[in-house]
């Protein structure tokens, strides 16, 4: 993950928050509140949802401010608090159903080997087709980068369980995505 | 590269994603950031909680010590009757301990000086100590016969007046016997003495309620206790010690 120099103007926002200044918070929400909710939608299909868990996010993110104590990427930080209030909502919503039959070995070489660029949308289809654990670990690990060690810390999984999950959700994305470029080549 | 250009197309276009949220969403997020307390507030109910929870701990800890003290006056009392109750084991622990010091006399010369220097006192200590714990005990119990209803007494009163009586029959009989005969031989004595104690035997077994051919047959077995003899032989006085020797001698 990039670290973005926190610009001085933000350095301002975010001290002005802490001493709970709404005006300042109004800036920082109106500056993130984008990004974040795309960043929870990518977990939760329904957009109403989805922005009420990141209403709950920034609720957090305001609430523990003067954690943040500028180090490193205030994007980064926000995103990670708006991630853990998506997947404490799935959990609530009891939405994660790991299978466990098969543990598949030597999976962190493989990714999808198609060289086809996919719109926003036709990804973000393809994302919410899969199963609710195949998307939550094919998020975590492709989209936001972290370690099969995190999501396993996570979303209280084995490493070996999360290796599995995203060798599937490949190989479905992957299915999926030869399957579309097919109708496309029937249909010129 | 190649492979991995797919998966590098979503995430660089996932992450710049945005979405615009709804026109009140700031609203609400306002609403409830002002219905949240202010956090120092929180700090104070955190403090004044935890306060409240030491306060708790302190509180029973305090109860549970005087609860704690009540049960061990209970227990003192407890030893004090089960004292009371050993009377008849206190003896025979006393032999045992008795028993222990003779064994070490019997050990060899050489060994015997440090053992028994060692062996002897202490049952000695003990027996003491045993002594002195019994006396106490029949004090207490002499004191607990006071509460013996008067009936009893009365009758434990008539039954050696009886006794006494007796006792100064079989005498006078055996002067009259002296008298009139001019001796008295061993047998007659020994009649007399028999008649008495089946007389006494049968006057305490009427007082009970029923007689039954147990109590009968237990009767051959039945003795007078030594005083009785003693205060037959008293009530002759000086004149008779001979025959009282004699009686004696046979009964030895």
């Keep these: 993950m990039k670290i973005i120099p926190l610009h001085k103007n933000d350095v301002e926002l975010i001290a002005a928050a802490i001493k709970k200044d709404r005006k300042a918070q109004k800036k920082l929400f109106e500056q993130y509140a984008p990004k974040m909710l795309g960043v929870c939608r990518q977990y939760i299909r329904c957009l109403d949802l989805a922005e009420e868990v990141m209403l709950k996010g920034f609720f957090k993110v305001f609430s523990n401010l003067d954690s943040f104590k500028n180090k490193g990427s205030f994007e980064g930080w926000i995103r990670r608090i708006m991630v853990n209030e998506c997947i404490s909502q799935l959990r609530t919503d009891r939405k994660f159903q790991f299978v466990q039959d098969k543990e598949i070995e030597n999976t962190s070489e493989y990714a999808i080997e198609i060289d086809t660029q996919l719109e926003v949308d036709e990804i973000q289809r393809l994302i919410d087709a899969l199963p609710e654990g195949y998307k939550t670990v094919f998020v975590l690990y492709v989209i936001e980068g972290y370690k099969h060690k995190e999501i396993a810390e996570l979303l209280q999984i084995s490493e070996s369980t999360s290796k599995s999950q995203l060798y599937k959700a490949r190989n479905m994305l992957q299915t999926k995505i030869k399957e579309q470029n097919r109708i496309r080549y029937d249909a010129q | ?252």
Excluded: C
Aim: aromatic share 6%; glycine share 2%.
């Design chain 2, 1 to 252: 590269m190649m492979r991995n250009n797919l998966e590098k197309n979503i995430r660089d276009k996932m992450k710049a994603r945005e979405l615009k949220p709804s026109a009140n969403a700031w609203d609400k997020l306002e609403a409830q950031l002002d219905a949240a307390p202010p956090k120092r507030k929180l700090v104070f109910w955190y403090y004044a909680a935890a306060s409240i929870v030491g306060l708790m701990l302190i509180g029973s800890v305090v109860y549970y010590q005087n609860i704690e003290g009540q049960p061990q006056l209970v227990e003192e009392n407890v030893q004090e009757s089960h004292t009371e109750n050993t009377i008849d084991v206190l003896p025979k622990t006393l032999v045992n301990t008795e028993f222990v010091v003779e064994e070490s006399h019997s050990m060899p010369p050489e060994d015997l000086e440090e053992t028994t220097r060692e062996d002897k006192t202490a049952p000695i200590q003990y027996a003491e100590e045993v002594e002195q714990k019994s006396l106490d005990i029949v004090s207490e119990t002499t004191i607990a016969h006071e509460d013996i209803s008067p009936e009893i007494i009365e009758a434990v009163e008539q039954d050696k007046n009886y006794v006494d009586q007796k006792a100064q029959e079989v005498a006078t009989h055996i002067k009259s016997l002296q008298e009139n005969n001019g001796e008295v031989t061993i047998e007659e004595v020994e009649e007399l003495l028999e008649k008495a104690r089946r007389e006494i035997f049968l006057k305490r077994t009427l007082k009970e309620s029923q007689v039954d051919a147990m109590t009968l047959l237990n009767e051959v077995e039945w003795e007078l206790d030594k005083t009785f003899y003693d205060k037959v032989f008293d009530a002759l006085g000086e004149g008779f010690r001979k025959i009282s020797t004699a009686y004696t001698e046979r009964n030895r």
